[in-house]
C-alpha cells in the first residue's frame, strides 16, 4: 500500500484524540474503527481503486473516516461542501464521479449513485498507477469552476517527515487545497484538528480558547474581522503559539496589529495554491511581509516579475482547462512578486493589476496605505475603464463608524496624495456597509453589477 506509513502512524497514536467536532472528541483508535467500518460498506457498494467519489461536509469523524478509506482503497476523491451545493451537480460531470457522499451537521451520510463511466485521459493515468487522487475546484478568472486533479500520494509524501505534534483549528475548508495541509498536517504528527461550529469571530476565539488551540491558519480577511471584533479580549487566547496566514496577501495595518495583540505567538506566512499544494516556507521575521522557500523537492524562479514554480507535487492537470505548465514543468502562479535576495514579497494576482496610463498598480499597494487611515474597517481597491487612462483607480471602503461621503473622499485623496505616487490615489471612492469578502473570507475586487433593466 503506496500510503500504508500513514495508517501505521495513526495505529501508534490510537489513545490520542485525533479529531474535536461539535466539541465531542474522537481518538485515532476511534477514527479507524470508523474507517474499518467504511473499507467493509465501501467494498459492499463496488468502491474501490479508481471510482470518483464525492465527499460533502467538513471536518467530522465520519467524513474523514470516509475519506482515508477511500484513500486506501485508491478511489479519486472530491471533496466539497454545503457552501458548494448549488455547483455540485456541475463538479459531479466534470470529475465523472459515479458516487457522492453527503454528510449533515449530525454526520449522518445520504449515499447516491451516478453511474458514470471515466474517460479523461488524466484520471485514467492515475488509475494506471494504482494511486488515489484527490479532485479540488478552482475558480478561474472567468468564475467557472476548474477541475485540479492531484495524485494525492504525492500530496501526502511531504507528511513523512514527523513534525510536531500539536492542536489545529480547521479554519480553511474541507474542499481547500490549505484545508487538506491542516488535515494532514495535523493528523500525520498525532495532532488534534478542532473544528468550530461557526467562521465569525466570535465563534473562532470561542473555541480556541475552550480547546486550547496551538495553531490558527487563517485568512488575512479573517485575522481583520478578529482585530475588529475585540473577541479575543473576551476570550483567553494565550494558548495561541502559530498564527498562520495564507490565501491572499496580508495587509501591513493587519499585520502589526496581529504582533501586538499577539506578542507571543509566531506569525507565519503560507503559500500554496490548488495547482501546487501548500509548499513550505520560512518568514524574514514574525512582523515581515517577506518569505522564502524553505521546503526540498521543488524549485523557484521569477519571469517579469511573476512566480514560476516546478515541484512533483503539482497537479497533473485540469480535467477541464489548459494547464498552465511550459514545455520544461514549471507552473505559472500568476502571482506578482517583488524580490529581495532569497526573500519574496507577494503583491497579488498578475489578473488584479491595473493599468493606469501605462502605470502598473497592484490593489493591495493603495489597500495597505488606505487601511491605516482613522475610521476604516475594510477596503477594497479595483480598476474601471477610462477613454483616456485606460484605467483609473476605485476605492471601496467600510467604515468602523459613519461619516459624511464627501468629507471621507476629501480626507482619503489627501491622505493618499502623502503617501503614494499621484496615480495610485483612488479617482473614485464609495462607501459600502456591505461585506467585501465571499464564503470562504478572501476579499472580492470587483465593479458592483450594472443595475438590471427596470431597477431604479
Excluded at 480577511?221 to 476570550?235: I, V
Aim: neutral net charge; contains cysteine; aromatic residues 8%.
Amino acid at each position: 500500500m503506496t500510503v500504508s506509513w500513514l495508517f501505521e502512524r495513526f495505529d501508534s497514536y490510537a489513545t490520542e484524540p485525533a479529531l474535536v467536532y461539535r466539541d465531542k472528541s474522537a481518538t485515532f483508535g476511534e477514527l479507524m474503527t470508523h474507517v474499518a467500518a467504511w473499507d467493509t460498506r465501501l467494498s459492499e457498494s463496488g468502491i474501490g481503486a479508481g471510482s470518483v467519489v464525492v465527499v460533502d461536509g467538513g471536518f467530522s469523524p465520519g467524513t474523514v473516516s470516509l475519506l482515508l478509506s477511500l484513500i486506501r482503497a485508491g478511489a479519486v476523491i472530491v471533496p466539497s461542501t454545503p457552501l458548494v451545493r448549488t455547483l455540485r451537480d456541475k463538479y459531479v460531470e466534470i470529475s465523472e464521479a459515479s458516487f457522492t457522499f453527503e454528510f449533515d451537521e449530525k454526520d449522518d451520510v445520504t449515499f447516491s449513485r451516478h453511474e458514470r463511466p471515466v474517460t479523461h485521459a488524466l484520471t485514467k493515468k492515475l488509475i494506471q498507477r494504482e494511486h488515489p487522487g484527490l479532485v479540488i475546484f478552482s475558480s478561474g478568472s472567468t468564475g467557472e469552476p476548474k477541475a485540479v486533479l492531484h495524485d494525492f500520494v504525492s500530496l501526502l509524501d511531504k507528511f513523512r517527515r514527523p513534525g510536531i505534534r500539536k492542536t489545529t483549528l480547521s479554519f480553511l475548508l474541507f474542499d481547500h487545497i490549505g484545508g487538506m495541509d491542516s488535515l494532514f498536517n495535523s493528523l500525520s504528527n498525532g495532532g488534534t484538528l478542532v473544528t468550530s461550529e461557526g467562521r465569525d469571530a466570535e465563534s473562532v476565539a470561542r473555541t480556541i480558547a475552550t480547546h486550547k488551540v496551538h495553531t490558527l491558519p487563517a485568512s488575512p480577511t479573517f485575522l481583520n474581522l478578529l482585530m475588529l471584533s475585540e473577541a479575543w479580549k473576551r476570550h483567553d487566547l494565550s494558548c495561541l503559539k502559530v498564527i498562520a496566514y495564507g490565501t491572499e496577501p496580508m495587509p501591513a495595518s493587519t499585520l502589526e496589529r496581529l504582533q501586538r495583540t499577539f506578542p507571543e505567538a509566531k506569525l507565519v506566512q503560507t503559500y500554496g495554491i490548488s495547482e501546487l499544494g501548500v509548499l513550505r516556507t520560512r518568514s524574514r521575521g514574525t512582523g515581515s511581509l517577506w518569505m522564502k522557500f524553505s521546503g526540498e523537492g521543488f524549485e523557484t524562479k521569477i519571469v517579469d516579475g511573476i512566480l514560476w514554480i516546478r515541484t512533483p507535487t503539482a497537479m497533473l492537470g485540469y480535467l477541464n482547462a489548459p494547464d498552465l505548465f511550459d514545455e520544461d514543468g514549471w507552473l505559472n502562479t500568476q502571482d506578482a512578486v517583488e524580490v529581495d535576495g532569497e526573500y519574496v514579497h507577494i503583491l497579488g494576482r498578475a489578473t488584479e493589476l491595473v493599468n493606469v496610463g501605462g502605470q502598473k498598480v497592484y490593489p493591495t499597494e493603495v489597500e495597505n496605505v488606505i487601511m491605516t487611515m482613522d475610521n476604516v474597517r475594510d477596503v477594497a481597491v479595483f480598476g474601471e475603464p477610462n477613454p483616456l487612462l485606460g484605467q483609473t483607480l476605485v476605492a471601496r471602503v467600510n467604515l468602523v463608524n459613519d461619516e459624511p461621503l464627501d468629507a471621507f473622499k476629501n480626507r482619503l485623496r489627501a491622505f493618499c496624495r502623502e503617501r503614494l505616487p499621484r496615480y495610485q490615489v483612488p479617482v473614485r471612492v464609495e462607501i459600502t456597509t456591505e461585506d467585501q469578502f465571499g464564503q470562504r473570507l478572501k476579499k472580492m475586487r470587483r465593479p458592483k453589477p450594472p443595475p438590471a433593466k427596470g431597477d431604479a
